[in-house]
Each structure stands twice: as C-alpha cells, then as structure tokens.
Nanobody
Framework: VQLQASGGGLVQPGGSLRLFCAAS????????IAWFRQAPGQERVPVSV????????YYADSVKGRFTISRDNAKTTVYLQMNNLNPGDTAVYYC????????????????????WGQGTLVTVSS
C-alpha cells in the first residue's frame, strides 16, 4: 500500500499550486482521502477530505473558499487545488486514506486514517 503526495514547491503569496495524491496497492476508489498539513514545529492539522464517490467534501475553515479537493478514480489520483496562497499555508502536505466514509464530526482527526503517504513541501514566500 502506497500513497504519494506530490506537486509542492515554492510559490509567491497570492499564487496557486495543485497537489496530487497517487495511490497504489489498494482500491483507491473505495477509500476516503484526506489532506493534512504540518508546519515546522507544529502539529499536523486537517485541510480537506473527500469521500470515495467524490460527493462529500469537507474543508478546514482556514482554507474554505481557497482550496478545492477533487478526485479521478480512473487515474487513482486525488487533487488539492490551492489558490490565493499565503505564508500561513507553508507546510508539508500529506494525504491519507481510510475505507470508511468521512464524518463531519471526526474527519479532522489523524486517527481516522489507516494509510498515510510521504508529504510534499509547500512554501509560500516572496
């Protein structure tokens, strides 16, 4: 089982990036996928989640209106489109998977996810 996050990089404030979460070794189209991020010296915090069908999504308040999560099950990839980035978005971004549907009250707990991938670094700086 492997999850691989990619697409990170250096971007100026106000810019955009698109992150990718690719899966192998399990049936991604039957799993909820979430994005978390971890800034230096801070705990890992939730960003967004999408259920297996793509019909249910949740966002952290800090990214609502700026980030969009989506998925292409045929390509076994989940995307995180990040717009209007600011320095506070600087972090290592991780994707995680779980076979259960997301719950609006619990999706933001790291303990809800069975599989984790290596992260991709996003740096927002001028």
């Amino acid at each position: 089982v492997q999850l691989q996050a990619s697409g990170g990089g250096l971007v100026q404030p106000g810019g955009s990036l698109r992150l990718f979460c690719a899966a192998s070794g399990f049936t991604m189209d039957s799993h909820t996928i979430a994005w978390f991020r971890q800034a230096p010296g801070q705990e890992r915090v939730p960003v967004s989640v999408i259920d297996a069908s793509g019909d249910t999504v949740y966002y952290a308040d800090s990214v609502k209106g700026r980030f969009t999560i989506s998925r292409d099950n045929a390509k076994t990839t989940v995307y995180l489109q990040m717009n209007n980035l600011n320095p506070g978005d600087t972090a290592v971004y991780y994707c995680a998977a779980d076979p259960r549907s997301p719950n609006r009250f619990t999706w933001f707990f790291t303990s809800q996810y069975h599989y984790w991938g290596q992260g991709t670094l996003v740096t927002v700086s001028s």
